[in-house]
């Protein structure tokens, strides 16, 4: 297919880019050209298979599978994304387009390693290529998960990509330094600007992710400590690590060494965070992880290529590296920027256990997973360490050798911490509540005002007043009106957040199997089948399913004829009011021979209305400090690029 042809095409590329970058100097043409025509073979597969999803080309398995005719544009944009394949495809994209940047600064030795890992990329994603035929063609595709129709989730996983293609570069720059000129500090500079764009992008989008889950998943909290998530958290640690001992190795030439090793390890641990949640070893521990496939084996021999071969460079270069003192007193601000990094490391070290328990137990026997009260009583303290080090280096150093942007950063880090404690230190109550009646929970005066359905029936709100402000909980609705995805209800002030978790009241629904021509009771009605028909398309699948019922109350009859209207995931139908909406049926299914239906019998949209429902309230003090400290964090990492 084409789409292949195209990554094929990187592949050379990618390769002769490697072996030119190694070669003579007047190969440097030739480097530049088959940099330049690897960024363009995957911005092309990207291209393809973005005109594929809007061209509902469902011909793909891909586009089949997370796309479909009725997705919103928006939606169809970030499909690209939406799985395994097409967000390999969005990092290699990333990767070839900073290596056409970076080919502009930087010397041969660090593309040999670039261009060497963009091509086990692009090996990585032909493996599970996003271009591979389906099986059968249907006439819609499945289209995205409702969980991820959400803003904050359609740009979450570009950002996180992003700083993960970025993490490359001062990787590769370390590799090259030490393979040209061990001693050499030159490259620090570069390296440190590349360092804090990735690491502002891969903690943006680790934030962007969590006010996602806070705002749509409904559980009441921001962090979970799934595995998943602490597969992107550790590397975003370690490149802080990074990051200072970069600064650090300009002044203490001794530094050096380690911050070669904290290269190493960072990326190392892109690539293994990847081999976690891609190989299907987290399938029972996350509900993030994709399913296992045949990819995992690569990506961890990938990832033992790039730390072996990483530290195997490092042991055999260490002895042309700088020695000497990495500090000469306890009173230093160099030994507080190494104990600052060796708790971060500590941090890290005890969030990659957690993350790997899984993997580590099932060597052991069987795999098994550790509670979030594990992440809890490790990391807080080392947290409360952490942001007394910043405080008193402040204190002590007034800001002296750090930029604003660098300033700024380090405020957030403490304003965040503390908002973790505080928006923690709120009250949960779980209280089932009546319409229109008031009750008091966690000091705030709350009244379930009922549901509201929106005019294409996809989406309903429960809909409360807290305190006189209006809050809506949103359930999306899937296409035979089962919800698909809750959101929960907010209101936000200077002081916190109310948050409100609803647990709807479950309502009794009849299923009936009724035969053509027989009389089936349910409750005080008489139903019975008389006649089915199904309309076929000039393909000859079934388009619509009629079905004509006679129900009867004892005082009158009411002929109706509820229908299927029959899609890839088995159909839509909507009920039928009868006897001035007193119950209501819908047709959910019919037998091959046409003898046979099944409906459900619902309640009224009164009975509906009026029922109580159950929520989880619980409050959030000063949360608003948390999103403004990471979006500070963002800010001065970003302007500290500039120094």
Known sequence: ???????????????????????????????????????????????????????????????????????????????????????????????????????????????????FLQSMLTILVLTKSPFAPSEVIPFDGAGLNPLLQDFWMAIHPPIIFLGYALLAIPFSMSIGALLKNPSSRAWLESARRWTLIAWSMLGAGIFVGAYWAYKVLGWGGYWGWDPVENSSLVPWLLSAVLLHLINLSKTKPAVLSVTHAAAIFTYSLVIYGTFLTRSGILGDFSVHSFAGSSIGLIIAVANAVILIGGLAILTVKAKSLPEGRMYESFNERAFLILLGMLILIFVAVLVWIGMSMPLLSQLAGAPAAVDTSYYVKTTAPLGVA??????????????????????????????????????????????????????????????????????????????????????????????????????????????????????????????????????????????????????????????????????????????????????????????????????????????????????????????????????????????????????????????????
């Open 1 to 115: 297919m084409i789409g292949n042809a195209l990554l094929g095409l990187t592949l050379a590329a990618s390769m002769l880019a490697t072996a030119f970058s190694i070669g003579a100097r007047l190969h440097e043409k030739y480097l530049r050209w088959s940099t330049l025509l690897g960024a363009v073979g995957a911005t092309a597969a990207s291209l393809y298979l973005w005109q594929a999803i809007f061209a509902d080309d469902f011909s793909i398995a891909y586009v089949m599978n997370y796309s479909a005719r009725s997705l919103p544009t928006v939606y169809k944009i970030s499909a690209f994304w939406a799985g395994q394949q097409g967000s390999f495809l969005l990092w290699l994209l990333f990767h070839s387009i900073a290596g056409v940047i970076l080919l502009r600064s930087t010397d041969r030795s660090t593309m040999t390693v670039y261009a």
């Open 386 to 643: 952490i942001a007394a080090l910043i405080a008193l280096t402040f204190a002590k150093y007034k800001l002296q050798s750090m930029s604003r942007g660098g300033a700024l950063a380090h405020a957030a880090v403490l304003t965040g911490l503390l908002s973790i404690v505080l928006s923690s230190s709120g009250g949960v109550e779980t209280k089932e509540m009546m319409p229109n009646v008031e009750t008091e929970i966690l000091g705030h005066k709350i009244v379930y005002k009922g549901q509201e359905f929106s005019e294409e029936r996809n989406q309903k709100f429960y809909v409360y007043a807290v305190d006189g402000a209006e809050a809506r909980a949103l359930t999306k609705l899937r296409s035979n009106g089962a919800d698909a995805a809750r959101e929960p209800a907010i209101v936000s002030t200077v002081g916190g957040d109310v948050y409100i978790a609803p647990t709807p009241y479950e309502l009794a629904v009849d299923e009936l199997i009724i035969e053509r021509k027989k009389v089936v009771t349910c409750a005080d009605f008489n139903i019975v089948f008389r006649e089915s028909a199904i309309d076929y398309d000039l393909a000859g699948m079934p388009r619509t399913v009629r079905a004509e019922l006679m129900v009867t109350d004892g005082a009158s009859v009411e002929t109706i004829e509820p229908t299927i209207e029959v899609t890839r995931d088995g159909g839509t139908s909507e009920p039928v009011d009868v006897f001035n909406g007193r119950k209501r049926i819908r047709l959910t299914g019919i037998s091959d021979d046409e003898q046979r239906i099944r409906v459900e019998v619902l309640p009224s949209m009164a009975e509906i209305e009026s029922a109580p429902i159950t929520a989880t309230v619980s409050t959030k003090p000063l949360i608003g400090l948390l999103w403004l400290s990471a979006a500070a964090l963002t800010v001065g990492t970003m302007w500290a690029v500039k120094r």
